[in-house]
């Protein structure tokens, strides 16, 4: 059951697709919102754990911690961070009473989930302008399904997106990609897409190719094409000021840009210098902007990447003045302690200053709104820019998008990476715990930079972080520019790699059914082990292991120089440890705490007893994958059953039922399928 309260003049976030009459009066659960000091408090026990809040940092159960949603462009978040890139605002309490909260509010927010007080959760906006929804339901898994039938149905990519995907900010031309290419397919390591960051770009303006390093780039689009290579180009929030650039013009013509308080255009800088930033709160300019994407849809282009939507800013031109004009004070002055921190706080405070979103302004239904109310909706509303244009321009058509920021609404229109991690081992797992807050908040499509952003990486780091990524659904490797190459081929180990991207490959039969599944029934891809194991107390504390789809719990190894770990089993499963698709050990293990021994070629993940886990073959791309044939692995002392979802992995007709494939396997062993597809299946059960 879900409860609508209304706060003060709610600015529309468009974050629900369902309709609800207002509640009156106390809040349930949460009691009275205090007015004065702008806050619900609610008392925790000392068992209660709190779920949720999406993109952030610390663990699974976010007790203990101050979070903030206010969406940021932190590249260097530390475990002391408040706030990432992304904003999302729905949590639940689990235990003495189990509910979910989630404050459609646009602005800045605060989150002390027992940090001021152990024992006191308190939620503060900084302004009395939300809707606050409250949801009761059985248990955590409940209460997700009615969120996210409240916000709608999650946005589902195309099937080549689930392949293996290569990115690093710093392939320059066409030949630099040709390379990543061609590297790849000569090692037969298969790969599905290649990224292109911001240096494809004519100095970094949006919605333009540099044709003197990408030439013809309809015609290059088409040979990657023809070698099952998809090209995902980033696309940037601000727009490069300069005269004579369409774009430019077009949207200071129409008055698409985020305005200052006289009126014009407000500027801040970001990769090309001085930029305006397209004002997707407005539907007018949001549509005008999404149009840009066609460009390169026009040119074979189906997948992309949107960045830098906080938005990021380096500094805003008239802060960036303010600062010039005091800076001067300091020379020739001998700097103490304190007068060397102001110096250093007025140039370390230009980038992403909090201050600055209090010049700037949006027009929302013909009103003026200073961004500082609206923050958090910028990346979801650029993101839906170009979900709307998808819908008009290629209605039939699965485009890939994901963004760096979003609020609640924006899992309709894209999936979400989780931004700047560093190459360091404790980001492998904080990303991993990041997947099923996320999962609660509708954004399936998700993963992080897998080898590290920041930093240097090492082989063996790059190779653990694709074996703790070998189930989440986006597996790209991305890395900065300036650190140490991190594709694959650059190591010498590189048959291990090979050997192990292929069994994602071979995955994808049990990672796109249950992605599909999850997307088209508002259940959980990726789920805490407390969420199937409710009555485990030792399943609540467990915080690197996650259940994935109805089969699998995976365990990665995010520990430099380990040749194992330590795993709680709360039932008797079957340990898979993995080589290759066809090079595996299996054993029964007892419930209990168990060490799994796990070279770093090898990744280990379980099957759950009286479960199916279905595998293909290994492929060099998704487009060769044979969908024809599959292994069911069983685990079983009863009849079990599994649903196998598959479908041609690029158009938006879905078919839950149409789709899926039944198998059966009897006690004794006897496989019946059911369903429309001819599939071939072996069984090997245990
Ligand atoms: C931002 C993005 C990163 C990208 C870089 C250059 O830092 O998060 O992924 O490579 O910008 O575009």
Known sequence: MIKRYKYGAVIQTDAVVLELDE???????????????????????????????????????????????????????????????????????????????????????????????????????????????????????????????????????PKWAFGYQQSRWGYMTAEDVREV??????????????????????????????????????????????????????????????????????????????????????????????????????????????????????????????????????YSEEHFNEVLDSIGEFKGKNLDLEAFSTFTSMVDGLANNRDDYKRFYHKINGEMVRHDRVHNLFGYNMTRAAGEAFEEFEPDKRILMFSRSSYTGMHRYGGIWMGDNMSWWGHILMNYKMLPSLNMMGLLYSGCDVGGFSGNTTEDLVMRWIEAAIFTPLMRNHSSMGTRDQEVYRFEQLDTFKKLIECRYALVPYIYSEFMKAALTDTMYFQPMSFIYTEDEQAKEVEDQLMVGESIMSAPIYTQNATGRYVYLPEEMLLIRMRSCDDYDTEIMEAGHHYVK?????????????????????????????????????????????????????????????????????????????????????????
């Open 598 to 686: 796990a070279g770093t070629d090898e990744m280990i993940f379980f099957l759950r007893k009286n479960h199916i886990f279905p595998i293909g073959s290994k492929a060099e791309s998704i487009a060769e994958l044979d969908d024809s044939k599959v292994k069911l692995i069983t685990f079983q002392d009863q009849d079990v059953t599994y649903d196998l979802y598959d479908d041609d992995g690029y158009s938006t007709d879905y078919d839950l039922e149409r789709d899926i494939t039944t198998v059966k396997i009897s006690k004794n062993g006897t496989c019946t399928v059911t369903g429309s597809r001819n599939l071939e299946v072996t069984v090997e059960m245990y």
């Open 181 to 314: 290419v061609s590297q790849h397919r000569e090692n037969h390591i298969p790969l599905d897409s290649v990224y292109m960051d911001i240096d494809y770009m004519e100095r970094y303006k949006d919605f333009t190719v540099d044709e003197e390093r990408f030439p013809d780039f309809k015609a290059f689009v088409e040979e990657m094409k023809a070698e099952h290579i998809h090209l995902v180009p980033i696309i940037d929030a601000g727009v490069k000021v300069e005269a004579g650039y369409p774009v430019y013009e077009e949207g200071v013509e129409h008055g698409y840009f985020c305005k200052n308080a006289d009126g014009t255009d407000f500027v801040a800088g970001v990769w090309p210098g001085r930029v305006h930033f397209p004002d997707v709160l407005n539907p007018d300019a949001r549509k005008w902007f999404g149009h840009g994407y066609k460009f390169l849809l026009d040119q074979g282009i189906d997948g992309f990447w949107n960045d830098m939507n906080e938005p990021s800013l380096f």
């Open 23 to 157: 509640t009156v009066g106390a809040v349930a659960f949460l009691g009275q919102y205090d007015e004065t000091a702008q806050e619900f408090r609610y008392r925790l026990d000392a068992e209660d754990l709190v779920y949720g809040l999406g993109e952030n940092v610390r663990g699974i159960n976010k007790r203990g911690w101050l979070y903030e949603s206010r969406c940021l462009d932190d590249p260097h978040h530390l475990e002391t961070s408040n706030s990432l890139y992304a904003s999302h605002n729905f949590f639940m309490i689990s235990g003495t009473e189990t509910f979910g909260v989630f404050m459609d509010y646009p602005g800045i927010v605060s989150f002390d989930v027992g940090y001021t007080n152990r024992n006191e959760l308190v939620i503060h906006p900084e302004d009395s302008n939300f809707d606050l929804y409250i949801i009761e339901g059985k248990n955590t898994t409940d209460i997700v399904m009615q969120f996210r039938s409240l916000i709608g149905r999650s946005y589902i990519p």
